[in-house]
């Protein structure tokens, strides 16, 4: 009986060790629902337990939040140097922060895995874009990406307006963009 109650004890440990340690760990995976290309499709739950709490890594070294840019579009891109999908993009991105940057905010999101921090702000300095270069560190984990350019977009409130994977080209990113703000100006 005492083999017994000593088992059944350690066991109960074990089992109360797993349990607590998989609902306790930052390795825990979250599970989305997938776009065609691979990528997680959002909700407003996600976005504010965590994008909207999440203290984001420039490049440069200093820190922002969304919180940052209330009352502005946000459009979180994913990206990397050596992406011409992206690339293009940025530039759509560009013409439209361009024409709104008092409605418009663009974060650029580097994946750590890829490009190291000499090539990106090597980057940043030849082509001068009007973005936050921020590292995508854990978030980029958490939404495990299986293709960029992606993208999320906040509106000034912080609420979801859409996920995207790839690129529609210049015109027509510029024309997203475009769409969304006539569409959330004076909410």
Known sequence: MKNFMKTSMLFLSFTFFIFFFQTNSTAQEIVFE??????????Q???????NKTKF???DGETLTLRDFKGKVVVID???TWCGPCIIAFKGLQDAKLKYPDKLEIIAASPEWADKEGKIK???KKNNYSFQFIWAGELERILSLKSIPY???IDENGNLITTKSDS?????EFLLIEKILTNHSGR
């Not at 997938?34 to 909700?43: A, K, Q, V, W």
């Open 122 to 124: 090597r980057f940043i």
């Open 57 to 59: 890594k420039k490049i």
């Open 45 to 51: 739950q996600f976005v504010d337990t965590v994008i």
């Open 168 to 172: 529609g080209g210049q015109k027509e």
């Open 78 to 80: 994913f990206w990397q």
């Open 151 to 153: 993208k999320i977009i």
């Open 34 to 43: 997938r776009d065609d290309s691979g990528n997680p499709i959002l909700d």
